[in-house]
Nanobody
Framework: QVRLVESGGASVQAGGSLTLTCTAS????????ITWFRQQPGKEREGVAS???????WYGDSVKGRFTISQNSARNTVYLRMDDLRFEDTGMYFC????????????????WGRGTQVSVSS
């Protein structure tokens, strides 16, 4: 059974940095895209960054140039490095895997973690 666990969320001041970690287990040969989403208070869940098995990356417009997604060679850990954090980056961050349709920023993933909270104070 596939399991995704996020960690690394914290409270930080604007301008600071955080690195989130998504640990995936249960795959025998993970060839799936893994994507970070976030859900801000009162808003829908949105795609933040995505990485393919071949380490191609994609980013949402609001985080381009500030966030970096990466993975380890075993593809069982995906990182989201977040720099120059802003108040509007506050939210619950989720990782997702096993996309079954749509674009990378759509919610069509079979497996989701429970999330890790990021709070940015201005």
């Amino acid at each position: 059974q596939v399991r995704l666990v996020e960690s690394g969320g914290a409270s930080v001041q604007a301008g600071g940095s955080l690195t989130l970690t998504c640990t995936a287990s249960g795959y025998t040969n993970n060839q799936n895209r893994i994507t970070w989403f976030r859900q801000q208070p009162g808003k829908e869940r949105e795609g933040v960054a995505s990485i393919s098995a071949g380490s191609n990356t994609w980013y949402g417009d609001s985080v381009k140039g500030r966030f970096t997604i990466s993975q380890n060679s075993a593809r069982n850990t995906v990182y989201l490095r977040m720099d120059d954090l802003r108040f509007e980056d506050t939210g619950m961050y989720f990782c997702a895997a096993d996309q079954f349709g749509g674009n990378w920023w759509d919610l069509f993933y079979h497996n989701w973690g429970r999330g890790t909270q990021v709070s940015v104070s201005s």
